[in-house]
């Protein structure tokens, strides 16, 4: 070899006390770690992940990332989400190969119609841009967009969000634990969680395969495993975890330049950079611990995708996966620290918003566990809005109507 | 190898014939002196075991009858009852 190659993070030595830990080697919990040494100077960090980094959902979604959620707090965090990216590629140095190519959602019914045009007056309320397109704009954007009346469920119009894009999402788990690692933080793989120590109300140690560990500080993102964990004590949340498909075809020339999906077909898509159309949505509706992936589904993509856009017939699927979303009632994140346990921090609950939310949701995570407040931007986000009656609206997004409604 | 539930009349049939109707979570709470937490716990709550649990199925593209199951949600198959427990 010419030069040594260096490893982007390393075999740290497993310590028996931390000063914060990271339950989930994922994306969130590897930028939570990241910015609690970066920018609050808590370095004495642990990052423990079962398997490997990225193993989780971290490494299995489809790398997508927008800001056109239903309501306004959400729409914000994802906002902020977005214009962290170019910071984080920057301060890391570490291509995250963003592709800012803009997101068009499709609506089939005037139903659809009326919620994207409350998406985008959400959207444009928080100052983030987002226009109503009628059928024949959505073909200008996508030439290959079939929008006659021939396709099940004919186009009516569609949402551009032209913010919105695709990462490589490997990239960023990668990039996430080389700058967390660059800061002193110790990730700890194959290194599974066995229990949580409580003292008088308050966190005080974390069992693992390898031992215990001594923190006052304990972050739970874990992903569709968070239940799990909060379960290690005792703690039920309202989430369930459902497992999640997606596919890559062939990898084919440039051809779709943007995101596209569609609630009624239940499908989205984009072209990676390397050419492949990676595509997913399905999730069977009952909870699976499982990353099976099924031919019911397989079947239900190719049905979709070639109703929607023709070019695609022929192609061939190469590759199909499946990862867990923990889904909560009403479709938002569950964000919330020190209430009931004193220094038990939870970042979960994001269904399939995990990957664009990432970072941002670290940085956040970040500054209420090094302050032990919650910052405000997290404040709607608590896991008691559940009993006070005051769920978030996202069950109301442009996903959740059908071509009947 | 595929999916299946046993429906109590047309027998075992294809995952997908079949409505998943939640975990069971046994009679709903009395309302005299319902509390939020409970409420909560019964409406929202979830033990997401990963392992048997106890769920409810509606066979929908079928004769239409509701009953329950044991499924175990580490592998997504259906299992016999664990012991003591129906």
Not at chain 1, 338 to 351: A, I
Not at chain 2, 30 to 44: C, F, I, P, S
Request: charged share 20%; glycine share 12%; proline share 6%.
């Amino acid at each position: 070899m010419f030069w040594r190659l260096k490893r982007l993070w390393g075999e740290p030595t497993f310590k028996t006390s931390y000063d914060a830990v990271m339950i989930g080697g994922g994306i969130h919990g590897l930028a939570a770690a990241y910015f609690l040494a970066r920018e609050h100077g808590i370095k004495d960090v642990a990052v423990l992940e079962r398997r490997h980094v990225g193993y989780g959902g971290s490494g299995r979604n489809t790398a997508i990332v927008r800001a056109n959620q239903r309501t306004a707090e959400n729409v914000r965090l994802y906002d902020e989400g977005l214009k962290l990216w170019p910071r984080l590629i920057a301060e890391l140095d570490f291509n995250m190969m963003p592709f800012h190519c803009g997101n068009l959602n499709l609506g089939h019914s005037e139903a659809a119609m009326a919620a994207l045009r409350l998406a985008v007056g959400t959207a444009n309320f928080c100052g983030v841009r987002s226009e109503i397109l009628d059928r024949q704009q959505c073909r200008e954007l996508i030439p290959e967009l079939d929008i006659s009346d021939r396709p099940t469920y004919p186009i009516f119009g569609g949402m551009y969000h032209p913010p919105g894009g695709i990462l490589r999402h490997d990239a960023v788990a990668w990039g996430l634990a080389k700058g967390a690692a660059g800061q002193g933080v110790h990730i700890h793989q194959n290194t599974e969680v066995t229990g949580l120590g409580l003292e008088g109300g308050k966190v005080v140690s974390v069992e693992t395969s390898r031992g215990r560990i001594r923190t006052p500080r304990v972050l739970i993102c874990a992903g569709g495993y968070s239940v799990m964990i909060a379960a290690l004590i005792g703690l039920k949340l309202p989430i369930h975890a459902l497992t999640i498909q997606a596919m890559v075809t062939q990898p084919l020339k440039p051809i779709l330049h943007h995101v596209i999906s569609s609630g009624a077909y239940h499908v989205y898509a984009n072209q990676t950079l390397k050419g492949e159309i990676a595509t997913g949505a399905h999730m069977d509706p009952w909870p699976n611990y499982t990353t099976n992936t099924t031919a019911h589904y397989i079947k239900h993509q190719a049905e979709a995708m070639t109703d929607l856009l023709p070019f695609l017939r022929g192609v061939r699927f190469m590759r199909h996966w499946a990862g867990l979303a923990d889904m909560t009632p009403d479709m938002a994140p569950i964000m919330d620290g020190n209430d009931p346990v004193e220094g038990l921090y939870l970042d979960c609950g994001w269904g399939y918003f995990g990957f664009k939310s990432g970072p941002i949701a670290g940085k956040y995570m970040a500054e209420f566990m090094a302050r032990g407040q919650c910052p405000e931007m997290l404040e709607p986000f608590n896991l008691r809005r559940f009993e006070n009656f005051r769920p978030m609206g996202e069950t109301a997004a442009v996903v959740t109507y059908g071509p009947n409604n | 190898m595929s999916f299946t539930i046993t429906c109590p009349i047309c027998g075992r049939r294809d995952l997908y014939e079949f409505r998943f109707g939640n975990e069971d979570r046994g009679a709903p709470p009395d309302q005299e002196g319902l509390t939020r937490e409970a409420y909560t716990d019964y409406v929202h709550h979830r033990e997401a075991v990963a392992g048997p649990q106890k769920e409810w199925w509606c066979h929908r593209f079928g004769c239409g009858i509701w009953f329950t199951v044991w499924r175990d949600t580490s592998t997504g198959r259906e299992v016999e009852a664990p012991e003591g427990r129906t």
